[in-house]
């Protein structure tokens, strides 16, 4: 008997991409999978639409929206197989998406979790923001994409489609191993939503398990479909950074990483507010208040062995914000030349 696949969406007031993408999850070609939406305090009509129209589909029900990140804690302790995976609501797959995640995970038991390509569902030929063919981080703690770099999506044209060690797998379709994710005690719930995913899949990094990109295969992601862009978005994301460079970095290399980011942010932030953008300015203010509060409330977890970040899968040793804005590479493969075709 092949393992045991739970694939558990998260939801929260999204019927109307459950009726829409539901059908292509349910049409899975995998023998061994069941499909689990766990509903994180909705108010539309989810549940009404899961009992009439998808009999098949498992419902457990949150009272309340604990985000992304304590939603899935929450879910994921009342669900058992082999292995997990986390899909977004707003996410069409390929019929065939499972089973090459499971082969890879199955042939290399320290490779803890994997994520396929993500494609735009909006313009298929092009990668989606959310992950495209894996993800890496720079020396300071930005996150970017085989395919994504800052808000840059390139063309799939294949040419990061080797099954490769990466940073971090997306929160937007991740397959994890079950027993690890318990092991790593899930996700880091005080971040609410963004970046968990990183956090987590570095945490499984500096445990001793790879973290891997799967693009045989791919799925199709609407994209920012349960938090709307803005000033909520950019506070989490900023704060959160910061909150996983502390818990994660040797002090050594957080001593003058954190001082660091905190300049280059600042000046993202003036760059937004002299372009007429106050909201994003005044969101990563907040995110560095944000921040400090949570540094002195004395709730921060540090890791206990962290190592030196570039000693991970998926590190780009430079800085990607002087690449990007400095020498205008917008594309991974013109700034991580020696890892494109792993």
Not at 202 to 228: D, E, I, K, N, S
């Amino acid at each position: 008997m092949k393992p045991l696949v739970s694939i558990v969406i998260l939801n929260y007031n999204g019927a109307g991409y459950l009726a829409k993408f539901l059908p292509s999850v349910l049409a899975t070609q995998y023998e061994n999978f069941e499909v689990v939406v766990a509903d994180n305090g909705s108010s539309d009509n989810s549940i009404e639409l899961l009992k009439e129209k998808f009999h098949s589909v498992k419902i457990i029900t949150n009272p309340t929206n604990e985000g992304f990140a304590g939603g899935y804690n929450w879910a994921l302790q009342k669900v058992e197989a082999n292995y997990f995976v986390l899909l977004n609501s707003d996410v069409a797959v390929d019929p065939n998406w499972i089973q090459p995640m499971v082969d890879l995970l199955e042939s290399n038991k320290t490779i803890g979790a994997c994520q396929p390509k993500i494609l735009s569902y909006n313009n298929q030929e092009l990668f989606e923001y959310a992950g495209a063919s894996g993800g890496w981080i720079d020396a300071f703690g930005y996150p970017f994409s085989r395919g994504r770099v800052f808000d840059v999506c390139e063309k799939d044209e294949k040419q990061y489609d080797t099954a490769a060690p990466i940073f971090w797998a997306t929160g937007a379709c991740m397959m994890i191993r079950s027993e690890l994710f318990h092991k790593m005690k899930g996700f880091d719930a005080s971040f609410f939503a963004h970046q968990e995913e990183i956090d987590l899949c570095w945490r499984m990094q500096l445990a001793g398990y790879a973290v891997y990109a799967c693009p045989q295969a791919y799925v199709f992601h609407v994209g920012a479909g349960t938090l709307p862009r803005g000033g909520r978005k950019v506070f989490l994301n900023f704060r959160n950074n910061l909150i996983m460079l502390t818990k994660n970095l040797p002090l050594s290399e957080l001593a003058w990483k954190l001082p660091s980011r905190f300049a280059l942010d600042a000046i993202s932030a003036f760059k937004g507010l002299l372009s007429g953008d106050a909201s994003f300015f005044f969101a990563i203010a907040k995110a560095h208040f944000a921040y400090l509060g949570y540094i002195f409330s004395g709730k921060l977890n540090r890791t206990k062995s962290p190592k030196p970040l570039i000693s991970l899968g998926g590190v780009y040793p430079g800085c990607l914000v002087f690449q990007y804005f400095i020498k205008n590479k917008h594309y991974f493969s013109k700034i991580v030349t020696k890892h494109v075709h792993n």
